[in-house]
């Protein structure tokens, strides 16, 4: 069965070209563009057998996991099934193991592996000779193209087989920005390697030796400074590795050969939810819903997935030489601004529900104030949370009070502005149950005006207290502290009560035209 599975593989591919000659055309074209670009980077990787061994370990090591990176993530942008998708085979009654290997070995004739297979040398060349390194770094080669065909194989078989539901398919995407935000640092630190003078820092190269991508890369440079202990290390982590991806690639194959699970049914329990929570009032009543909202509707989900991914914008800052000492003040105050950014365009996301509201003659301070029940009940513990652990990082319990001040201040600023903003500047929004990702064009230029004010004025009233905590953290002016938290805590209050008061008159005035507008839009 294996080796049927191979020949129908070959098969596939000359039935492929055989009878189209455009098909044919693209083929060579596409194979002598791969092998082109792995042959230069295998003799980019194999020049640097000359240059010192710890930019060699930096490079190589960074660049290679870089690779493997990519084999696990890029199958996840596929539309069409993969040849090798077990399910094809599910009807057929052959073997589960059978299916496995001959599945695992038809796929591996492609370009992805013919890519693999002409870096390899590169590789092996970069290390040099002597003392048994260009041997291990074949064993190395070997090792991590066995991970990277595999893991791609695996994540292939999950986007077609497992990542069959929207929702699924949501939180695949913000996976996504998580794995690109945290390749950041070693994209610049390979940047910075390539730069004329430059040098890199080796420390992103290191963390990823003792991670399933870059262990058995990092192999022939362990081996080459004599650490038996990280050889060990690397060959085990390696090891396990290759064998986790197999077992989850038996597991897939197992799974696509039994009939599939029913789809996910909401949970119909019993119960109000949010609404058991809150009063029994106009304000009581939107601010469940609202919460319902956060907590339901994927535009909403998706919106704060980025809020905790937002420390990690930092971390290149800190690679590009910036101290982490003062970097550490950065996320809490960057966090409660979007927060606070939030809700800034969410009549627009009511869609067709805001007739519920304009029906109900529900008033413009209960809409306004219920809205502000998500950020409030987020952002309060964060800023008090997040700022004792950011002054924990500083390492200055001083720091405290101006970073509660700062973050507070953009906070509820931002706050009171999107309580204006979103009543008397809405602008297209995505549909309810439509991608979140898929945002729709606004005609004129509402959504710049509305999103370049909000976040504008939210800075523009936190200055005092951004203002004094400069002069306590630079300069340790006396009582600046004090004043930073004084200012921030009362510009962001006084700017939420005014925008809660101008949006409730403004929508209370407007509701007729925010009900067509969203309507239309």
Do not use: K
């Amino acid at each position: 069965m294996v080796a049927e599975l191979l020949r129908l593989r070959l098969q596939t591919i000359a039935n492929t070209v055989r009878h189209e000659p455009r098909r044919l055309l693209v083929t060579v074209v596409s194979v002598l563009l791969v092998l082109g670009a792995s042959f230069a980077v295998s003799a980019l990787a194999g020049s640097l057998r000359d240059d010192p061994l710890s930019d060699v370990r930096a490079l190589v090591v960074g660049a290679g996991a870089l690779v493997v990176v990519a084999y696990s993530v890029l199958p996840f942008a596929r539309v069409r099934p993969p040849w090798s998708d077990p399910r094809r085979l599910a009807v057929l009654g052959v073997p589960e193991g059978s299916a496995a290997v001959g599945l695992a070995l038809g796929g591996a004739v492609g370009l992805p592996v013919l890519a693999l297979v002409a870096v390899a040398p590169g590789y092996v060349r970069s290390w040099g000779e002597g003392q048994g390194i260009a041997s291990l770094a074949v064993l190395a080669v070997v090792l991590a193209g066995a991970t990277a065909y595999l893991a791609s194989l695996v994540a292939a078989t999950i986007n077609s087989v497992v990542l069959t539901t929207r929702r699924a398919r949501q939180f695949l995407v913000a996976g996504g920005v998580v794995v690109a935000v945290l390749l950041v640092p070693l994209v610049i630190d390979l940047v910075r390697a390539t730069l004329p003078g430059g040098r890199t820092s080796g420390v992103v190269a290191d963390v990823l030796a003792w991670t399933p991508f870059g262990a058995a890369l990092a192999l022939p440079g362990h081996a080459a400074v004599g650490e038996t202990g990280r050889v060990v290390a690397d060959l085990v982590v390696a090891v396990v590795t290759l064998v986790a991806l197999w077992l989850a690639w038996r597991a897939l194959v197992a799974r696509a050969f039994v009939d599939q699970p029913e789809p996910d049914v909401a949970d119909d329990a019993a119960g109000l939810g949010w609404f058991e929570f809150v009063r029994a009032s106009p304000t009581g009543a939107v601010a469940g819903r609202s919460l319902t909202y956060w907590m339901r509707d994927a535009r909403y989900r998706m919106s704060l997935v980025i809020i905790p991914i937002l420390p990690l914008l930092v971390v290149p800052l800190g690679i590009a030489g910036i101290s982490w000492h003062w970097l550490a003040l950065v996320p809490v105050p960057l966090m409660c601004l979007i927060l606070g950014f939030l809700p800034h365009n969410d009549v627009a996301y009511d869609s067709t529900a805001l007739w519920l509201h304009v029906a109900a003659g529900t008033r413009g301070l209960a809409d306004r104030v219920g809205r502000l029940a998500p950020p409030l009940l987020i952002g309060v513990p964060l800023v008090v949370l997040g700022s004792l652990v950011a002054t924990w990082l500083f390492g200055d319990r001083g720091a405290l009070l101006p970073e509660i001040g700062v973050s507070a201040g953009l906070l509820l600023s931002g706050l009171g502005l999107s309580s204006i903003l979103s009543a008397a500047m809405p602008y297209a929004a995505v549909r309810p149950h439509d991608d979140p990702f898929q945002q729709p064009q606004s005609h004129g230029s509402a959504s710049v005006t509305a999103q370049v004010t909000m976040i504008g004025g939210a800075v523009l009233a936190t200055s005092p207290s951004l203002w004094f905590a400069g002069r306590y953290l630079l300069q340790g002016q006396q009582d600046a502290d004090t004043w930073s938290f004084v200012t921030g805590l009362a510009a962001g209050v006084v700017v939420l009560v005014v925008g809660v008061a101008i949006g409730s008159r403004t929508f209370t005035r407007r509701a007729p035209e925010l009900l067509a507008f969203t309507l239309r839009s």
